[in-house]
């Protein structure tokens, strides 16, 4: 029997306005839960038919949003609450590190607190003793174990809580936000202790809002939302479906505000502003827009590559500035239009206008008008953004100028700093061995024939532990926001991507002789570079057939336009009981076409 074992469990609390309400005798002597049999208006359905098991030396991490229903979920495998339905089994000395210092009692010293503590949580007086010193030191305390806990900072107060916890040696350890304890010096701490009892073999279950965490300590994750499973299985897998649908809230509530968000404007309104007239103070919005409106921007819209309305992207990604415009003037010539990005503190990270860049506008007819401004890649790093939109004469006369009043966000599992993300490439002397973050020890970029039976144990090392193998292949001479999406959907298909890259032989053979624009190398770096990607497989053949049947996937993505008769592989996925998933290609980010473009500008 696993250690961790949940069936069917649900929990339900009373609403405050009705837990007041006398409780009947009956229900006191019986222990019932009065939540039971309460009408829906009456709970709040805390968890909803949640089951799953922790295996022993499992390390499980519970993600979810805030109220999701996690810590209530350790609550109950801690025995410190009882579920409303369904069972909750555990198996061995459990140690919850979900309200630390709970039982301290402030007037008394932090040596009496240790044996209060610790024998709450299972130990007895000869094993406090046993442990105290570690313990003490552990925390850092040495100093100040003598003090009253009322005297200790709360940093402190944490810190002793977690020590006395971690050296109760459970065999199940339930952790709640480690990282909120202590300093960046007591977090590593943590996090090394963590690591002492997975290498122990002790079972963890962990909830964080640290999704690096959940990456680089468990073998699994479990995704609660509204008090269910939403997903569960390979932490980078769940992870980036949660991020997913993270983003797609955020898109829908800024898509519901027309892309407005509830913050002050990134920089001072120039004084023209103030020259609106009219009565009374004006509103924020009103002071961050001006101008005679003779040709009004009635409506701004964010588009991304497929032309749906979002405002939530990550970089790479194709976004389009959409504005409507109403022309009042008739015959207006050589209009201005303008448009600029700014962060949060309010640097400028791009702007531009038509007068720059060398456009000039015939005659605008009155009218309804819609100007487009495209970014095919918004190489930005995470934050939320704002734009500037403007519409003016030549010589400054402003028809109408939004500032700051539109925006966006920018997530990115990547937390690089500063504004823009610029394309680069790392490189190495030989004497230098490179891993990416997560390949699990394993080498970055391409296969060689040394190392293919390193891939091939790799593989079955992950089928072992319940992994999808998902694969797609290509040229990727020239890595663009199409290429981007299908890796990033294919990637979604599973739970580790493999990519078949074609050799520069192979792709001169059925590109061309001006193919590729990249060599092998350099393309197996960029695409082991995405964090989409996890593995970058060269083969010389011009078709990935061979490829295909060494790897074995389990999901077979094509991009494009394909019938099923054509794609290469299919029936050798399909009879060994594999799927096949096509994606089709944004319009216009065909390679071919968009190097004969660039080749025609620049010849």
């Known amino acids: 029997m696993d250690p961790v074992v949940l069936e069917n469990v649900s929990k339900a609390y009373r609403r405050y306005a009705y ?13 019932r839960d009065r939540a039971i049999g309460a009408s829906s208006s009456q709970v709040i359905q805390a968890l909803d038919g949640v089951s799953f098991s922790v295996p ?34 555990t198996r061995g000395r459990i140690a919850a590190l979900i309200e630390l210092g709970a039982g301290f009692h402030p007037e008394i010293s932090g040596r009496e607190n240790v044996f209060i503590n610790g024998i709450m949580l299972g130990l007895s007086k000869q094993e406090i003793n046993r442990r105290f010193e570690e313990i003490v030191s552990f925390a850092g305390l040495e100093e100040f174990i003598e003090a009253p806990v009322k005297t200790y900072s709360s940093g402190m107060y944490m810190r002793l809580g977690f020590s006395v916890a ?10 709640d936000e480690i990282l ?17 009892f997975q290498r122990r073999g002790k079972t963890i279950v962990l909830v964080t809002h640290s999704l690096d965490m959940v990456e680089g300590l468990c073998d699994r994750a479990i995704w609660i939302d509204e008090g269910a499973v939403r997903d569960s299985g390979d932490p980078r897998r769940v992870i980036d479906a949660y991020l997913l649908d993270v983003a797609g809230k955020e898109d829908a509530e800024l898509v519901e505000r027309g892309g407005r968000v509830e913050q002050d404007a990134p920089a001072e309104e120039p004084e023209a502003a103030e020259e609106d007239a009219g009565a009374g103070e004006p509103t924020e919005p009103e002071r961050r827009r001006w101008g005679t409106r003779e040709i009004e921007i009635t409506a701004v819209t964010l588009l991304d590559g497929e032309g749906s309305e979002r405002y939530v992207y ?36 791009y702007g531009t206008n038509t007068d ?107 089928r072992a532990e319940g992994r999808t193998v998902v694969f797609t292949n290509g040229c990727f001479d020239l890595l663009h926001s199409g290429h981007i999406r299908v890796l990033q959907r ?56 061979e490829l295909i049947r060494r790897v074995r996937p ?3 993505v094509k991009g494009g336009d394909w019938t099923p008769e054509q794609i290469v592989g299919r029936k050798d996925v399909e009879a060994a009981g594999g799927r096949v998933v096509v994606i089709p290609l944004l319009a216009g980010r065909a390679t071919t076409a968009i190097i004969e473009t660039i080749r025609e500008r620049y010849s």
């Open 166 to 175: 971690v050296h109760v040696d459970p065999e199940i350890l339930l952790i």
């Open 314 to 349: 990550q970089p790479g990604q194709t976004m389009t500035i959409r504005a409507d415009l109403e022309v009042t003037l008739d015959g207006e010539k050589d209009i201005v239009f303008g448009v600029g990005i700014f962060d949060a503190g309010g640097v400028c990270c």
């Open 180 to 196: 909120a304890v202590g300093d960046e010096a007591f977090s590593h701490k943590c996090v090394d202790r963590i690591r002492n």
């Open 554 to 556: 389990d999901v077979l």
């Open 56 to 89: 022993a030396g499992g390390t499980v991490g519970i993600i979810g949003s805030n109220g999701s229903g996690k810590s209530t979920l350790l609550k109950l495998i801690a025995g410190i609450s009882k579920p409303t339905g369904g069972t909750v089994t």
């Open 356 to 462: 720059i860049e060398g456009l000039r506008t015939g005659e605008v007819q009155p009218g309804p008008h819609t100007v487009s401004f495209e970014i095919p890649s918004l190489d930005l790093v995470e934050g939320t953004y704002f734009l500037d939109l403007a519409v003016h004469r030549k010589d400054g006369y402003a028809f109408d100028y939004h500032r700051g009043l539109h925006s966006f966000r920018i997530r990115s599992r990547l937390k690089d700093v500063g504004i823009v993300r610029l394309a680069h490439n790392w490189s190495f002397s030989e004497g230098i061995a490179v891993t990416t973050a997560h390949s699990d020890g394993e080498p970055a970029g391409s296969e060689t024939p040394e190392t293919r039976g390193d891939i091939t144990e790799y593989l079955d090392r992950a």
């Open 490 to 545: 294919a990637r979604a298909e599973g739970d580790l991507l493999v990519v078949g890259l074609n050799s520069d032989d192979s792709v001169r053979r059925l590109k061309g002789s001006k193919r590729p624009i990249l060599p092998q190398d350099e393309r197996a770096a960029i695409l082991s570079a995405l964090e989409c990607v996890d593995r970058v497989l060269p083969f010389e053949e011009d078709t990935p057939l």
């Open 19 to 31: 837990r007041r309400r006398f409780q009947s005798l009956k229900s006191v002597l019986l222990g």
